[in-house]
């Protein structure tokens, strides 16, 4: 089945430095990876997505990054701030239905 | 409207009790599902229901007995749990626009639930 493996699982950044989170995935059929923000006690929440037919999106301060040859997705969260901590979870499609597989999380913490 | 909500918030439960979980959207989205959270962990799905059909049962113990009663409302019934189901159960729902097309799925605010 599919796997989709999420780095660091912890990550702490002074604020205004920049935050990156790499996940990797094993079905060459997936075509859609969104990234969710869950703050704690809260819903996970579309933050970013991309498909499979571009290599990078950038919304403000927030920019993913596919490369489909390597299977591997990237978030990058520019000048964080406080409020950016939270758990980040990336997904990717699952090929036989509405699934997404998730990535194993990562709670980043913004150090004002 | 593009909320999806869902009720209680809480809700404790014995393990021989009978209660239901709710969710709601109105936002036209034909596909529904539920997950289960655990602490620090993903969300993991447990059902999916396509045009108020159920597609997808992650093989979830029958405990759990999920309801589409129309296209804006989801249940999920309860029965007989065990203290290891304590978790977040979140509801969530999408477009559906049909493969290999893929749309946002909105999570509900979830219900924290815990069995005793």
């Known amino acids: 089945g599919e796997n989709v493996e999420q780095h660091p699982s912890t990550l702490s950044v002074q604020e205004g430095d920049s935050a990156v989170i790499k996940c990797t995935y094993s079905?060459?059929?997936?075509?859609?990876f969104p990234w969710y923000k869950q703050e704690l006690g809260k819903r996970p929440q579309l933050i970013i997505d991309?498909?499979?037919?571009?290599g990078e999106k950038k919304d403000q301060r927030i920019a993913v990054t596919l490369n489909k040859t390597a299977k591997h997705f990237s978030l990058h969260i520019t000048e964080t701030q406080p409020e950016d901590s939270a758990v980040y979870f990336c997904a990717a499609s699952f090929k036989t239905g509405n699934q997404f597989y998730f990535g194993t999380g990562t709670s980043l913490t913004v150090i004002p | 409207d593009t909320e999806v909500t869902q009720t209680p918030k809480h809700l404790v439960m014995g393990m021989t009790n009978k209660k239901s979980l709710k969710c709601e959207q109105h936002?036209?989205?034909?596909?529904m599902y539920w997950y289960k959270q655990k602490a620090k962990k993903p969300p993991e799905l447990m059902f999916v229901?396509?045009?108020?059909?159920?597609?997808i049962n992650e093989s979830v113990p029958s405990r759990f007995s999920p309801e589409c009663p129309n296209s804006s409302l989801l249940n999920l019934h309860l029965h007989a749990l065990q203290p290891e189901d304590s978790a977040l159960y979140l509801c969530?729902?999408?477009?559906?626009?049909?493969?290999?097309?893929?749309?946002?799925?909105?999570f509900g605010p979830g219900t924290r639930l815990t069995v005793t």
């Open positions: 229901y396509s045009y108020e059909k159920l597609s």
């Open positions: 936002m036209g989205h034909r596909a």
């Open positions: 969530a729902s999408s477009q559906d626009v049909g493969r290999p097309l893929w749309d946002e799925q909105y």
């Open positions: 079905d060459s059929a997936s075509n859609y």
């Open positions: 991309i498909r499979s037919n571009v």
